[in-house]
Nanobody
Framework: QVQLVESGGGLVQAGGSLRLSCAASGSTSSINHMGWYRQALGKQRELVARIWSGGVIYYGDSVKGRFTISRDNAENTMYLQMTMLKPEDTAVYYC?????????WGQGTQVTVSS
């Protein structure tokens, strides 16, 4: 079992920055990759970024050059540093962790970017 707790969402003006955190606990050694999805109102869930245990990283096209995903293995925490935020980044952001058995999800954190 893996438990994920997110924090760091909020309201920010366009052009601003936010950092999301996802603290993992439980069987964290079983995690293959972790990442962030987001879902805006009325839209499909979108993969924002993913980081594998070996350090390989993937970014969605819409966030490349603006968002940075990182992982502190000692603290079992993953981060998403978001810069140059746009109103279209407004969404609920979910962290996930993928293991051989199943995926685990955080509760979601709202990010709202005002124009």
């Amino acid at each position: 079992q893996v438990q994920l707790v997110e924090s760091g969402g909020g309201l920010v003006q366009a052009g601003g920055s936010l950092r999301l955190s996802c603290a993992a606990s439980g069987s964290t050694s079983s995690i293959n990759h972790m990442g962030w999805y987001r879902q805006a109102l009325g839209k499909q869930r979108e993969l924002v970024a993913r980081i594998w245990s070996g350090g390989v990283i993937y970014y969605g096209d819409s966030v490349k050059g603006r968002f940075t995903i990182s992982r502190d293995n000692a603290e079992n925490t993953m981060y998403l540093q978001m810069t140059m935020l746009k109103p279209e980044d407004t969404a609920v952001y979910y962290c996930y962790a993928d293991t051989v058995v199943r995926q685990y999800w955080g509760q979601g954190t709202q990010v709202t970017v005002s124009s």
